[in-house]
């Protein structure tokens, strides 16, 4: 069966510091991969999707990147956080009808 | 107005008895909906998944489409503590660009006390 895994659980960083949360896929070959943010008391908003190796669109225009170096791997990046950058961060994959499929997440603080 | 509206709760009820939760929307082009559980601190979990209007059933679980009225409903029967959770509801318009995107309420809290 698929499974998805995202780490680290929980970061705390200083406004300013560097981001990298990793998403991994196993179980499945060339899934589309995507990252959404769940601020408090907001619904889901998806900022990256992938539908490939190096292939990476994004939803929202801001501080964060994405990568995806390998077909399981999908990779949310940023390079000076912001203090609006906090929040929970979902990576997901789609299933057969586009129904989305999440891992457990990353809880971000900027302090 | 937010393409999609869910009441955020909190919503109390005690064991066993009949939840339902709500969502509207405005988007006539979305034909899938998709109810989400969320623990807190985790990721959220595909409950139930509908394409177009009708009813589905899943064990005490039954999703509800409305589309003439853009209305979808999750109906909880002989609720459990365990049950306890954020609600999520979340729409698309299906294929092509808009495979994975989904659209997402806000939530709606529920507590279902012994």
């Known amino acids: 069966s698929q499974t998805i895994h995202q780490w680290p659980a929980t970061l705390v960083q200083p406004v300013g510091s560097p981001l990298s949360l990793e998403c991994t896929v196993e179980?499945?070959?060339?899934?589309?991969l995507y990252w959404y943010r769940q601020a408090a008391g907001r619904g889901l908003q998806l900022l990256f999707y992938?539908?490939?190796?190096?292939?990476i669109s994004s939803e929202v225009p801001q501080n964060l990147s994405a990568s995806r170096p390998q077909d399981r791997q999908f990779i949310l990046s940023s390079k000076k956080l912001l203090l609006s950058d906090s929040g929970f961060y979902l990576c997901?994959?789609?299933?057969?009808?586009?129904?989305?499929?999440f891992g457990e997440g990353s809880r971000l603080t900027v302090l | 107005q937010k393409e999609v509206e869910q009441d955020p709760g909190p919503l109390s009820v005690p064991e066993g008895a009949i939840v339902s939760l709500n969502c509207t929307y405005s988007?006539?082009?979305?034909?899938?909906f998709m109810w989400y559980r969320q623990y807190s601190r985790k990721g959220p979990e595909l409950l139930m998944y509908?394409?177009?209007?009708g009813n589905k059933e899943d064990g005490r679980f039954t999703a509800q489409v409305d589309k003439s009225s853009k209305y979808i409903s999750l109906f909880i029967r002989d609720s459990q503590p365990s049950d306890s959770a954020t609600y999520l509801c979340?729409?698309?318009?299906?294929?092509?660009?808009?495979?994975?995107?989904?659209?997402f309420g806000q939530g709606t809290i529920l507590t279902v006390h012994p």
């Open positions: 179980g499945t070959s060339n899934p589309n």
């Open positions: 979340a729409m698309s318009g299906g294929g092509g660009t808009s495979y994975g995107k989904l659209t």
């Open positions: 992938s539908v490939g190796i190096g292939q």
């Open positions: 988007n006539s082009a979305f034909q899938y």
């Open positions: 509908t394409y177009s209007s």
């Open positions: 997901a994959w789609t299933g057969n009808a586009g129904e989305l499929f």
